[in-house]
């Protein structure tokens, strides 16, 4: 409030204009299950407490190395065999509460919240990611307990919670014709959901197991979610996961014909029930193949893609962080020109990376009455648009006789 009285001259600093807006990170795997963390140093033995880990070095100290029945070793090292990433791990194997790793149960996975500490447990810890990093993960891994429709519904819920993607594989042995059947009301295995925010694998992989010296399977997502990550850091989130390289792997559960121009190989007809596959070809290599989630065929919207449901998240999310440096303040001219100027560079940025084909912010007159400004509520439309993956590559042919007249020419 400046001086009721002044001889003599003064500067009042305003603040106006754009701010900058960051984008949240995207290249962060959520991780729950089980770690054999009674060979691990007492020092860093965690559970039910989300632990990053940045590389495997980290994740054989806090979680030790590949043991039979025990879910978080290997899926770490199925997540960083592409290279890169950052994951957020929950381990839920207690050993004071549980005599083996069979004794852990699905409800162990889900969690809870303590009524007496009010502490989160299971998949439910990933909630505190925010206040304890910075980030919330964007894709959710339960390797092999999401084999159980209750943990698929679990993960759903927390995807939405947190606008995260779930990777979810169907059970060990299940045959193409159990996933197709499996999308829908006649399936007995965990598929049947419509949701734009879980991805469907299948098969499981194989990969060699130095310890006994002999080929074992592994779930896909584990290494879908490596693949995501590390495509997120070296193209971008707005690239879609599908024909990308796996690595680490030497094999499939079930192998399936795959050709590219064939509309009823196995791939496709999975691709087609929006199932996420491997593609393996003459010369090819192992290659996920698939951009659609779970939410297609039910859902013909846009946002069934991957990437584009993804690249909303990120948009979404980013802006509302960045609205907490302009909460509060007294609204007026100022203030919406400066919230929508703001968003506008955010969205022109991401134009310049090519995660935008086009987009803008605006304020709409008509959408915020003087009633609800009295009430101190402001509404801004945002419209976008990600580009979408070429799917589909169609060439007309035609056989044209004229062109015999060049003959002789």
């Known amino acids: 409030m400046p001086a009721s009285?002044?001889?003599?001259?003064?500067?009042?600093?305003?603040?106006?204009?754009?701010?900058?807006?960051?984008?949240?990170k995207t290249a962060v795997v959520g991780l729950v299950g089980t770690a054999p963390i009674q060979n691990v140093d007492e020092e860093y033995r965690t559970i039910n407490e989300p632990t990053l880990i940045l590389n495997e070095i980290d994740a054989a100290k806090y979680f030790g190395s590949a043991t039979d029945g025990y879910t978080i070793p290997?899926?770490?090292?199925?997540?960083f065999d592409q290279g890169a990433g950052i994951v957020i791990v929950v381990n839920v194997f207690d050993p004071e509460k549980h005599e083996d790793v069979t004794d852990v149960t699905k409800g162990d996975i889900i969690g809870s919240i303590d009524a007496d500490t009010g502490k989160r447990t299971g998949m439910k810890a990933f909630e505190d990611s925010y206040s304890l990093f910075g980030y919330f993960p964007k894709t959710i891994i339960a390797?092999?307990?999401?084999?159980?429709?209750?943990v698929v519904t679990e993960i759903k819920t927390l995807c939405d919670k947190i606008r995260a993607i779930g990777i979810v594989d169907a059970p060990v042995g299940a045959t193409v014709q159990d996933v197709i059947t499996g999308r829908g009301p006649e399936g007995?295995?965990?598929?049947?959901t419509s949701s734009d925010r879980i991805v469907l694998c299948y098969p499981h992989l194989k990969v060699y197991d130095s310890a006994s010296d002999s080929n074992i399977l592994e779930p896909y997502s584990q290494r879908?979610?490596?693949?995501?990550?590390?495509?997120?850091?070296?193209?971008?989130?707005?690239?879609?996961?599908?024909?990308?390289?796996?690595?680490?792997?030497?094999g499939v559960e079930r192998q399936l014909t795959s050709m590219i121009n064939d509309p009823t190989s196995e791939v496709n007809a999975l691709n087609e029930a929006g199932v996420v596959t491997v593609f393996n070809s003459y010369g090819s290599g192992f290659r996920t193949w698939g951009n659609r989630s779970a939410a297609y065929p039910s859902s013909t919207h846009v946002t069934n893609f991957i990437n584009i449901r993804r690249t909303a998240d990120i948009l979404h999310e980013s802006?509302?962080?960045?609205?907490?440096?302009?909460?509060?303040?007294?609204?007026?001219?100022?203030?919406?020109?400066?919230?929508?100027?703001?968003?506008?560079?955010?969205?022109?940025?991401?134009?310049?990376?090519?995660a935008?084909?086009?987009?803008?912010?605006?304020?709409?007159?008509?959408?915020?009455?003087?009633?609800?400004?009295?009430?101190?509520?402001?509404?801004?439309?945002v419209e976008f648009m990600p580009p979408t993956p070429a799917e589909r590559?169609?060439?007309?042919?035609?056989?044209?006789?004229?062109?015999?007249?060049?003959l002789g020419q």
């Open 74 to 79: 290997s899926a770490l090292k199925a997540i």
């Open 224 to 250: 879908l979610a490596g693949v995501i990550a590390a495509k997120d850091i070296d193209k971008g989130y707005h690239w879609s996961p599908s024909n990308t390289e796996i690595n680490g792997i030497i």
């Open 143 to 150: 390797p092999v307990y999401c084999e159980d429709t209750a």
């Open 188 to 192: 007995t295995i965990n598929f049947n």
């Open 356 to 381: 935008l084909i086009d987009g803008k912010c605006y304020y709409n007159p008509d959408k915020n009455p003087v009633t609800e400004i009295a009430n101190g509520h402001l509404v801004f439309d």
């Open 5 to 24: 009285f002044l001889h003599g001259v003064e500067t009042i600093e305003i603040e106006k204009g754009a701010r900058t807006i960051k984008t949240v």
């Open 319 to 354: 802006v509302e962080y960045s609205m907490l440096q302009f909460i509060d303040f007294p609204i007026d001219n100022g203030l919406i020109d400066s919230i929508t100027e703001s968003v506008n560079a955010f969205i022109r940025t991401l134009i310049g990376r090519g």
């Open 393 to 406: 590559i169609t060439f007309e042919s035609f056989i044209d006789i004229e062109l015999l007249k060049s």
